[in-house]
């Protein structure tokens, strides 16, 4: 107590309130530098002069969810195939190259974007940075190496039906989006990925790497002449294959938000029921949601944290700690370009699994019902913001955010401006998002489990707390 109250003291002797204490010096942060290379491709940079390596990324603005119809999984193949060689070396001797100067090499592909990231010793980026290019830009693509990556995206398709967590949110999304693009598996499907062959690569690739598609954003200990060396390489003035969002070439009708489409053919609108020969039931309980431009946005992604997020959310506690229900439940929610979702997943014995559902709509109906206090609201903004402030203390997180932030909503957002949409989140908004989104009466409930569970009598139970 005397130590609190010393600090309570020197605090106020500073004339500083504690609310704002370690936000003030983020208001002024210095955007990313800048610069569109010839050829239409922005490279970000963020200098850092704590940082000891360097990482840079390299960023498509199109993923899976643009693919064209009939080649779902295209753009996480070319993901797998770039790193099986180039022009002038086998995919041997990439690898050895990057192991002899100690950089870490990974690459991922999401619905929004596909990435291939590096981090590296200074001393050594301008050699990785340079086969990092040569990787990507001048691929061999050897038939022999095609079929023999089609085997391994395969086994990847299949270690990932064997993943409940990861089965089960494919159904529940291609469920819930329909006919929207953003309902395909990333990885795409077997008889789809067995089709891909050499020169329908490289026509995808063209597409895909083309300037106007590309974002280099680097981070860290960068020093004199690295921005200048990255520009060269990834000023491509002679590419001019057009790419971008508008890469889709089939129209799709999008859902309104927080409605599901009751149109589906035998199928119970607000549940699905797959078996699977394991112990646990996992499930997924949610609603369409928003796009990450809708002006709900902010309010969306602090209810998700109210209701499921921390230890101290409303189902965290009422599951978990107060009934026993599961050992892991949280809430989540998926923004994308037109459309989204929000979601409680986790995993429960089977004979739990009703009373669980119970639970999570009661306390849905009690927030809709029953608000809450302003006090909930301020820790959860609390919480946010830290989360916000945390993940910029990394070179990685930096790089990410940059090139995120150029993709997404094609300029800087400072974490004073974040903060400042947290802070004017009202209880009101937060209701209203929870009636609109979390409706308890229209929710989707996907379950994977060791029998196939038959639905209720009334899918949607009156329940109230």
Same mark, same amino acid.
């Given at each position: ?168 949110? &494919? ?186 559902? &119970? ?98 009598? &009334? ?7």
């Amino acid at each position: 107590m005397v130590v609190e109250a010393a600090v309570a003291a020197a605090v106020r002797a500073a004339g500083v309130r504690p609310s704002r204490m370690n936000l003030d010096p983020y208001r002024n942060e210095t955007p990313p530098r800048r610069e569109v290379l010839p050829g239409g491709a922005v490279l970000l940079s963020v200098p850092m002069r704590t940082a000891h390596a360097v990482t840079l990324g390299v960023w498509l603005r199109t993923g899976s969810q643009d693919e064209p119809s009939g080649l779902d999984g295209v753009s996480h193949f070319l993901e797998h195939i770039l790193f099986k060689g180039t022009m002038k070396r086998s995919a041997l001797e990439v690898a050895e190259t990057f192991d002899r100067m100690g950089a870490a090499v990974d690459a991922f592909t999401t619905k929004d974007m596909v990435a291939f990231t590096i981090k590296v010793l200074p001393e050594f980026f301008v050699e990785a940075v340079s086969l990092l290019g040569e990787m990507l830009f001048e691929p061999e693509l050897d038939p022999k190496l095609v079929i023999l990556e089609q085997d391994v995206v395969c086994e990847e398709i299949q270690e990932a039906l064997d993943t409940p967590e990861d089965r089960l949110h &494919d159904a529940f999304a291609g469920r819930l989006y329909g006919s929207n693009a953003r309902g395909r598996p990333i990885l795409g499907r077997p008889g789809v990925v067995r089709t891909f062959n050499p020169d329908l690569l490289r026509q995808q690739h063209r597409r895909l790497f083309a300037p106007a598609n590309l974002v280099v954003s680097m981070a860290g200990n960068i020093m004199d002449g690295f921005h200048e060396v990255v520009a060269e390489i990834f000023a491509r003035p002679d590419m001019t294959e057009p790419a971008g969002p508008g890469f889709v070439e089939d129209e799709t009708t999008t859902p309104a938000a927080a409605f599901i489409d009751l149109a589906l053919d035998e199928a119970d609108p607000f549940r699905l029921d797959m078996a699977s020969p394991i112990i646990q039931t996992y499930f997924e309980i949610g609603n369409l949601g928003i796009p990450f431009h809708h002006e709900d946005r902010v309010p969306v992604f602090l209810l998700t944290n109210i209701l499921g997020g921390g230890m101290s959310s409303r189902i965290f506690q009422a599951v978990r700690e107060r009934e026993g229900l599961a050992y892991t439940v949280y809430n989540y929610s998926d923004m994308g370009r037109d459309i989204g979702l929000v979601s409680c997943a986790g995993s429960c014995s089977p004979d739990k699994l009703e009373r669980l559902e &119970d639970v999570i709509r009661m306390e849905y109906y009690r927030l809709i019902s029953e608000s809450m206090m302003v006090a909930e609201l301020d820790s959860n903004r609390a919480q946010i913001k830290s989360q916000v402030i945390f993940s910029l203390e990394g070179m990685v997180n930096q790089m990410y955010r940059a090139a995120r932030n150029e993709i997404l909503y094609g300029r800087f957002l400072p974490v004073s401006e974040l903060v400042d949409l947290v802070d004017v989140v009202s209880v009101d908004d937060i209701v209203r998002c929870a009636k609109s989104y979390f409706n308890p009466d229209s929710l989707l409930v996907a379950v994977l489990g060791p029998e196939s569970f038959s639905p209720r009598s &009334d899918p949607r139970p009156s329940v109230t707390p």
